[in-house]
């Protein structure tokens, strides 16, 4: 009953993600922005478990400053992701900074966390709004880096329970080595495949050390999450996907693998 | 004695940097590279005193990564700071999410202060290896910005002492408002002067919008630190440079003001 809800709702979540790719690229906007207020709210509650208490909407509402600012260049004065501002970026640290100095009392750890905070739920989640306005690129291309992961996860996870008998690491007990090395072998397997189909330029060893390295890349951002999650006592974000945890669980991953996936990919395409 | 000493350093100071970038653009790398290792460690230091054990050498090396790989676009590869690649920022974010990971016991504050370490002391200070490698820049422009935040030190600190009645805030209890609200007319002031003589094509008003954003974000700088040390019980971050304090004491206004003036400069020449 719960694997099937499990099933359900990851099958809805990859259906509409599917549908609103292949939609014009300012569609996909307003999904990440809800889906960066959302995490940037577990977030702050994870924070206030670890004794560090920021303003419930600060990084919420900061953390859209970048993606909008993004999404401003590029749909309406044809800037392109090479092009970006980063002073956008400074923008929302501006924000934080001068929320820590008027602060009463004005502490340390609320404006590292916070610097912290929109590193990885904003310049990090935004890089999918980059990579979907890529002058020329196709929508099954978007998808490649979302499939990646979810492939991987579902590798780690099924060839774990499995085969797994050795633990990772303590910071998620129920991670193992069997696990880890599975997910990473389909996500080649997977990366080779799909892009060999889609990209015949691109080549079978660079197809093969995208897969690693995203494989790889994916689960160590659901350990770095973990850690934050181990350290406040909690096993998931929030209840908020039900089976799935919070809209932070869901993506914790995805946060790593979208940037990387930008980067390797703007250095094939610029050779 | 302590006055004359501290005056001593302070020209001597000065000197060398105003010399360093009439310098080939290369001169000034080495500095700036130095100048970040020393003030990741005393940063770390403070972190220490916080109860956040990071290993001594880690951000020192880690904030490395970012200016070296500008340095080599820039030098070797003829790119601009308009085209910079913005992966390079990923690797020391990589570097210290792969320690938080593997560290025993892997902990949440190591992880989020590193993060803030890496864009507080790499990716603020680069700014100004891309300030003196912007196309056709001339020397006494890439002095603007580092005489502006000096003028506004001193006369915050000057008038501070002669008119300062009403506190500033408890972060810093010896700044005044009398003392903030001086150093931010004196610095609108050099601004305009300066500029007018330099870059007559910038215009009156740019050029005093300019001061006003650096004359403030100097301060906010300098208050931004002052969390830190203040949480850490400490009044200068080293003595190193004897009464001027630490490295970082010594550039913490400089953290805001150099971004602060090259999206400014970029923007309004760009226009």
Redesign the interface.
């Known amino acids: 009953m719960r694997f099937l809800r499990r099933t359900i709702i990851a099958v809805i979540l990859i259906a509409v993600i599917v549908q609103i790719v292949f939609l014009p690229p300012i569609i996909l906007v307003p999904l990440v922005l809800l889906w960066i207020f959302m995490a940037s709210r577990e977030f702050t509650a994870l924070m206030q478990k ?1 004794g560090v208490h920021l303003p419930a909407l600060l990084l919420p509402l900061a953390n859209l400053i970048f993606p909008v600012s993004l999404m401003v260049d590029f749909a309406f004065r044809g800037a392109t992701p ?6 956008e970026l ?1 923008l929302p ?1 501006a924000v934080v ?2 929320y ?2 008027f602060a009463r ?5 609320q ?3 916070a ?2 905070g929109i ?2 739920l904003s310049f990090l989640p935004a890089h999918l709004i980059m990579i979907r306005y890529l002058p020329g690129i196709r929508p099954m291309v978007v998808l490649f880096p979302l499939l990646a992961t979810w492939v991987n996860d579902t590798g780690a996870y099924g060839f774990g329970r499995w085969l797994g008998r050795h633990k990772l ?3 998620s007990p129920n991670k193992t080595w069997e696990g880890f090395i599975a997910g990473v072998i389909v996500t080649v397997a997977f990366s080779v495949i799909y892009l060999r189909r889609l990209m015949p330029s691109v080549g079978l060893v660079p197809s093969a050390v995208l897969g690693l390295v995203l494989g790889v890349i994916a689960q ?1 951002g659901d ?2 999450e973990s ?2 999650k ?3 006592g909690v096993k998931d974000s929030s209840s908020a996907l039900s089976e799935h945890g919070g809209f932070l669980d869901r993506a914790d991953s995805l946060l ?1 693998t979208l ?2 996936f930008y ?1 390797f990919f703007t ?1 094939l395409v610029s050779r």
């Open positions: 670890l090479d092009s970006i501002h980063l002073s400074m640290c900074c001068l820590g100095i009392p004005p502490r340390a750890p404006l590292g966390y610097v912290f590193i990885y690491t303590p910071i160590a350990l770095v850690i934050f181990r350290e406040a790593f940037p990387a980067y250095f």
